[in-house]
């Protein structure tokens, strides 16, 4: 994996992409099996690349046509995420010429998250010689981030507790 966008981590176009001509550097992707809804898939993936800085305040995001013909659906699901997407304060519509990134979500320097990036990849490759499968790997990665926002915010049970058996205590080890 790469620091720039790709299409795989949906927030950005592979080559020759119709949203990359139009003039998007975003290109959204659907995980039909995730259960989240179709709308919040695109909001998270513009908020995704606002944070790892692929998108910039005046970047065009696709059109509705853009995104309906590329991913093959109803255009109202295309119009609630950019409505939600102006709701956060995130993008602006601009009649007749398309949707914008209008606001800022907190990042840090492309520097610092290629360290990063190193850093996780590495614990990836250790979690895989441990023998963990990719939904394992997510479920352990998940536990860890909700552990992480309990004890940052003091909220929940907090590290996991409650929670029976190892996992819990990986899940806390890991964060």
Same mark, same amino acid.
Not at 83 to 108: C, D, M, N, Y
Not at 126 to 131: E, L, M, T, V
């Given at each position: 994996? /790469?620091?720039?966008? *790709?299409?795989?981590? !949906?927030?950005?176009?592979?080559?020759?992409?119709?949203?990359?001509?139009?003039? *998007?550097?975003?290109?959204?992707?659907?995980?039909?099996? *995730?259960? @989240?809804?179709?709308?919040?898939?695109? @909001?998270?993936?513009?908020?995704?690349? %606002?944070?790892?800085?692929?998108?910039?305040?005046?970047?065009?995001?696709?059109?509705?046509?853009?995104?309906?013909?590329? %991913?093959?659906?109803?255009?109202?699901?295309?119009?609630?995420?950019?409505?939600? &997407?102006?709701?956060?304060?995130?993008?602006? !519509?601009?009649?007749?010429?398309?949707?914008?990134?209008?606001?800022? &979500?907190?990042?840090?320097? +492309?520097?610092?998250?290629?360290? &990063?990036?190193?850093? +996780?990849? !590495?614990? %990836?490759?250790?979690?895989?010689?441990? /023998? %963990?499968?990719?939904?394992?790997?997510?479920?352990?990665?998940?536990?860890?981030?909700?552990?992480?926002?309990?004890?940052?915010?003091?909220? /929940?049970? /907090? *590290?996991?507790?409650?929670?029976?058996?190892?996992?819990?205590?990986?899940?806390?080890?890991?964060?």
């Amino acid at each position: 994996m /790469g620091a720039g966008p *790709s299409a795989n981590d !949906g927030t950005g176009p592979p080559a020759g992409d119709p949203a990359q001509a139009g003039g *998007s550097p975003i290109a959204f992707r659907l995980e039909p099996g *995730s259960g @989240v809804p179709t709308y919040l898939q695109l @909001v998270h993936q513009v908020e995704q690349a %606002l944070r790892l800085g692929y998108l910039a305040q005046g970047d065009r995001l696709p059109t509705v046509k853009e995104a309906v013909e590329s %991913l093959a659906i109803n255009p109202n699901t295309v119009l609630k995420a950019y409505r939600e &997407l102006e709701h956060r304060g995130l993008t602006a !519509g601009k009649p007749g010429q398309g949707t914008f990134i209008a606001g800022a &979500l907190r990042r840090v320097g +492309l520097a610092e998250q290629a360290k &990063l990036r190193k850093s +996780l990849m !590495g614990w %990836l490759r250790a979690a895989d010689d441990a /023998g %963990l499968d990719v939904d394992g790997i997510e479920a352990l990665f998940a536990a860890s981030v909700r552990d992480f926002r309990e004890r940052r915010t003091g909220s /929940g049970s /907090g *590290s996991g507790a409650g929670r029976s058996g190892r996992a819990g205590t990986q899940a806390r080890g890991v964060a």
